[in-house]
């Protein structure tokens, strides 16, 4: 069933629902008022039969039961003996009251108020069953206005799915849930569209980095094999080529683990110092400070910072500072080189972003920014005073 019908379904009893309701209490309310008048003209029948007086106009009856006489009107109905209260049988009002030694049963026969009560019952469930059924064809075009916006979503949704094309967008109009919902499904269409453009530049510019050293490595082999290059240089050389896809395919791991870390906990203050020993230089910072994270990534990630200060800061000035800030640690690393230009610094976290001509395979930075992202924080690359670059790991405590 379609959530269309749905909703005019659930409408439609709804409304059902609430007009058998309404029904009801009409139908016991005409029916008091119509019993109230004939109780009331058989209390003024027993006074006329105590009397003796003339009674009243319409078909009257009585029995008069005590032990075992009984006297009745010729006109009584067959009726067994009942106790005392109201009652209809067959088109006839009964009040059964108890008297000295026995009881009155008094009755009045009135088929127009039984067909009154059967005719005003017809009624309400006709006219009920009526507007149920109009209600039903209304709440359907209500509904199918309500989910046009929806029925657009599962179009360009279904579009999406069937082409693979993430530039369609659905039309946010309206207010309320189904305009947020439109709004959140384009937004998300868009990050879709952002990540497939990242993973294509990302795959076509790694197989372009692959590519150059197994190029640059099988040169050196068969230049070799032909007898134009020495054998123990182009080994030396092949070698080299070899050691430097090794470290590209090592940062492209660190790249595709997406945010799993195995954390643990550990002393960031001794990580940093002692990779800024592994460097030979200054560390300036706390003695420990504990933190829970990925032992491997952090120091993979410092130790990218360090080598990206030392050939690209040209070594100078470069010091590791660890500090905290609030509810974060800030772990630094600055030189004192040339520095970066300014419009580099906002590309400079993207996979083979190279700043200059220096050598390197342009994934140090990415590194660090992924594994500070794995770990909830940032990387920030500010300019150094009054030259150099700050390479700031921001982690939260």
Do not use: C
Not at 276 to 297: H, K, N, S
């Amino acid at each position: 069933m379609s959530l269309r019908a749905r909703l005019a379904l659930f409408l439609a009893l709804s409304i059902g629902a609430a007009l058998l309701f309404q029904g009801g209490l009409s139908y016991l309310t005409f029916r008091r008022l119509v019993e109230a008048d004939l109780d009331r003209s058989l209390l003024f029948y027993v006074g006329t039969l105590s009397e003796g007086r003339r009674p009243p106009r319409g078909e009257f009856a009585f029995r008069l039961a005590q032990g075992e006489e009984v006297q009745q009107s010729p006109n009584f109905p067959p009726l067994p003996a009942l106790p005392p209260g109201a009652y209809w049988r067959e088109g006839w009002r009964i009040l059964v009251l108890e008297v000295p030694g026995g009881t009155l049963t008094v009755a009045r026969y009135d088929p127009g108020a039984v067909a009154a009560l059967r005719n005003f019952r017809l009624a309400l469930l006709g006219t009920g069953a009526l507007l149920t059924l109009l209600f039903a064809l209304l709440a359907s075009r209500l509904a199918g206005a309500a989910l046009r916006p929806l029925s657009r979503l599962t179009e360009v949704a279904q579009k999406v799915a069937d082409s693979g094309d993430l530039s369609h967008r659905v039309e946010a109009g309206g207010s309320g849930e189904l305009k947020a919902l439109a709004e959140s499904f384009n937004h998300m269409l868009e990050r879709l569209q952002a990540f497939l453009d990242r993973e294509r530049r990302f795959t076509r510019d790694a197989a372009h980095e692959l590519r150059t050293p197994v190029a640059a490595a099988l040169a050196q082999v068969e230049g070799a094999e032909a007898g134009y290059l020495d054998q123990e240089e182009a080994l030396q050389a092949a070698k080299e080529e070899l050691l430097r896809m090794k470290r590209l395919v090592e940062a492209l791991l660190v790249l595709a683990r997406e945010g799993r870390v195995e954390r643990v906990g550990l002393d960031l203050a001794a990580l940093a110092r002692q990779e800024a020993e592994a460097f030979r230089v200054p560390y300036r910072g706390p003695e420990a400070l504990p933190f829970f994270g990925d032992p491997l990534l952090l120091s993979q990630a410092l130790r990218n910072l360090l080598q990206n200060a030392r050939l690209h800061g040209e070594g100078q000035g470069v010091e590791v500072v660890l500090r905290e800030e609030g509810q974060e640690a800030v772990l630094e690393v600055r030189d004192q080189g040339p520095g970066m230009p300014e419009g580099a610094l906002e590309e400079a976290g993207r996979p083979f972003f190279r700043a200059s001509r220096q050598p390197g395979e342009g994934l140090g930075l990415s590194v660090a920014k992924k594994v500070a992202e794995a770990h909830g924080g940032r990387l920030e690359l500010l300019p150094n005073r009054p030259s150099g670059l700050v390479a700031r790991l921001r982690l939260p405590l």
